[in-house]
Nanobody, 127 residues
Framework: VQLVESGGGLVQAGGSLRLSCAVS????????IGWFRQAPGKEREGVAC????????YYADSVKGRFTISRDNAKNTVYLQMDNVKPEDAARYYC?????????????????????WGKGTLVSISS
């Protein structure tokens, strides 16, 4: 499985951005796919995760109501729609996947233990 993120860039606070994660390789229904972020000097944290089996979604409290994770199976792509972004959302965003359905664990633990990672895409916020 390979993951390639895109869509990062500079966005004004209050604006929107959509990140994409192109997935190559087979992902079955017992997989977890998620978005994680790491700002300079901070630990990696979970942003949003999706359970491939039923498309149930989970979000960090800091982004609930503002970010949406979704996937397009036909395009083998997972998205993170970021609305009403805040300065504290600035970070490198990573897409990750694992063949375990520990979705809430991965979200809470910042993706610890997930096997497959992209290289990340940088999101900068101007105030």
């Amino acid at each position: 499985v390979q993951l390639v993120e895109s869509g990062g860039g500079l966005v004004q606070a209050g604006g929107s951005l959509r990140l994409s994660c192109a997935v190559s390789g087979f992902i079955s229904d017992d997989w977890t796919i998620g978005w994680f972020r790491q700002a300079p000097g901070k630990e990696r944290e979970g942003v949003a995760c999706l359970s491939a089996g039923d498309d149930s979604t989970y979000y960090a409290d800091s982004v609930k109501g503002r970010f949406t994770i979704s996937r397009d199976n036909a395009k083998n792509t997972v998205y993170l729609q970021m609305d009403n972004v805040k300065p504290e959302d600035a970070a490198r965003y990573y897409c990750a996947a694992d063949h375990e359905e520990d979705t809430t664990f991965y979200l809470k633990m910042g993706g610890y233990g997930m096997d497959y990672w992209g290289k990340g895409t940088l999101v900068s916020i101007s105030s």
